[in-house]
């Protein structure tokens, strides 16, 4: 079935640091990836999506691109900001498309 | 504010009881979902419901179980509770069932989660 694979933290940056997080998924046909973020104290929610290859998903400055060949949609951020520190989730349906599977969370800490 | 409400927000209870966790879903959204997130299991998807009917199922104990009721807020019912199930509880709601092929998959949007933890 499908699954996720994400890189294991804390990753700790300081501010306007270049940041990249690695998904890499296994998947049958070409789903919607998307990365979810869990600030401190609160539920998920949305950072970004791509439904198809080659889409570049992005919001808040974070950027994600679908590539099929390398089956990875790492997390970018050219310059983090403190209020970045969060933790952050890869994710992609199930291959019955009924559910979605999440990665086990990169924890990110910036120092100012 | 994601517009999705759980309560309460803490909860501590000894081992061998049962709970009782609310969600009210955003305006309009008629799926339910209910995460657990602990620390070493990471983020667990339990159950989904759709207008009240069960949709998906994760990896959900059968002490556990869940209902959604007809003006669509959910309750997470734990029961027999053991140390192990203390751990932080999310739920989420969409607005369709938001999984089938070609549908594609709605957007979540997660409560703040209820803290659980069991003496």
């Known amino acids: 079935g499908n699954s996720v694979t994400q890189m294991e933290g804390p990753v700790t940056l300081s501010e306007e640091a270049f940041l990249t997080i690695n998904c890499t998924y296994t998947?049958?046909?070409?789903?919607?990836l998307f990365w979810y973020v869990q600030y401190p104290g609160e539920g998920l929610q949305l950072l970004l999506k791509?439904?198809?290859a080659d889409d570049k998903g992005s919001n808040k400055g974070f950027e994600a691109t679908y590539r099929k060949e390398t089956t990875s949609f790492h997390l970018e951020k050219g310059s983090v900001q403190v209020s970045d520190s969060a933790v952050y989730f890869c994710a992609l349906p199930a291959g019955n498309n009924r559910k979605l599977i999440w990665g086990l969370g990169t924890s990110l800490a910036v120092n100012p | 504010d994601s517009g999705v409400t759980q309560t309460p927000k803490h909860l501590i209870t000894a081992t061998g009881q049962r709970v009782t966790l609310r969600c009210s879903p955003r305006s309009g959204d008629l799926s339910v979902y209910w995460y657990q997130q602990s620390l070493d299991q990471g983020l667990q998807f339990l159950i989904q419901y759709y207008n009240g009917e069960e949709r998906a199922k994760g990896n959900i104990l059968e002490r556990f179980s869940a209902q959604q009721f007809p003006d669509l807020h959910s309750e997470l019912n734990l029961s027999s509770l053991e140390l192990g199930d203390s751990a932080l509880y999310f739920c989420?709601?969409?607005?369709?069932?938001?999984?089938?092929?070609?549908?594609?998959?709605?957007?979540?949007?997660f409560g703040p989660g209820t803290r659980l933890t069991v003496l």
């Open positions: 989420a709601s969409s607005v369709g069932w938001g999984m089938l092929a070609g549908e594609g998959l709605h957007e979540q949007f």
């Open positions: 791509a439904t198809k």
């Open positions: 998947a049958t046909g070409y789903p919607s």
